[in-house]
């Protein structure tokens, strides 16, 4: 009963080709985030959609890009991957956003996707 | 500086002992709290979620506070086993929906 999905778990790719990874939620949530996660350090946000609202953090590099075609699936492009972007990068949800609803909201994490740049 | 900041970096215990994870942090308001528990190569998993008016909330063998005064937050892990070897995280969720990370403490359980 995988709540939020991630494929594929390990991706490598090469320098400048560029890769897609992918996310889906059996939540029905309406918030999916993108975080970059670097070894030992914090998860980053690169951007969440609140249903089908964009919104991309300040620092995120144009470099990725992200597409929610429906409720369930989010995709996360890299357009010209430099070795710089090897992380892990996880995928998360919550039903809704904090201050929408002025309630706290359980953020469910996937499993994330491991990328290597050759 | 890091608005949230975890202590120690790293932790090594031996399995059935207690120990304490610190998290300190500047921001001010903040709507909630939570530590999460990451193996490594996984996604985060929550285990505690505190609004800024509770003091303390268990989940099992962790339990984590919350001192407004002195913003400070603690996990607590009781009996120690090897599966809590992972990375705990602590996190603050803004009152203007920001969500920032503390880099984690790495906490290995020897057998």
């Known amino acids: 009963d995988a709540m939020v999905i991630q494929n594929p778990r390990y991706q490598v790719t090469q320098f400048g080709k560029p890769v897609t990874l992918s996310c889906s939620q059996t939540l029905n949530h309406n918030v999916m985030y993108w975080y970059q996660q670097k070894s030992s350090q914090a998860p980053k946000l690169l951007f969440h959609?609140?249903?089908?609202?964009?919104?991309n953090e300040a620092d995120t590099p144009d470099n990725f890009q992200s597409r929610r075609p429906n409720t369930s699936f989010c995709f996360l492009d890299i357009r010209s991957p430099g070795l710089g972007d090897a992380a892990m990068y996880l995928c998360?949800?919550?039903?809704?956003?904090?201050?929408?609803?002025?309630?706290?909201?359980?953020?469910?994490f996937g499993p994330g996707t491991r990328l290597t740049v050759t | 500086k890091n608005q949230v900041e975890q202590s120690p970096q790293s932790l090594i215990i031996l399995e059935g002992k207690n120990c304490t994870l610190q998290c300190n942090y500047t921001v001010s308001p903040f709507s909630n709290l939570r530590w999460y528990k990451q193996d490594t190569g996984r996604g985060p998993v929550s285990l505690t979620i505190?609004?800024?008016?509770?003091n303390t909330k268990s989940n099992g063998r962790y339990t984590a506070t919350l001192d407004a005064d002195t913003k400070q937050s603690s996990l607590h892990i009781t009996a120690s086993q090897l599966s809590d070897s992972a990375s705990y995280i602590c996190v603050l969720y803004s009152s203007a929906s920001k969500i920032i990370f503390g880099s984690g403490t790495r906490l290995s359980i020897r057998p």
């Open positions: 998360a949800t919550s039903r809704d956003l904090e201050m929408v609803r002025e309630r706290v909201y359980e953020q469910y």
């Open positions: 505190m609004t800024f008016s509770e």
């Open positions: 959609y609140y249903d089908k609202d964009f919104n």
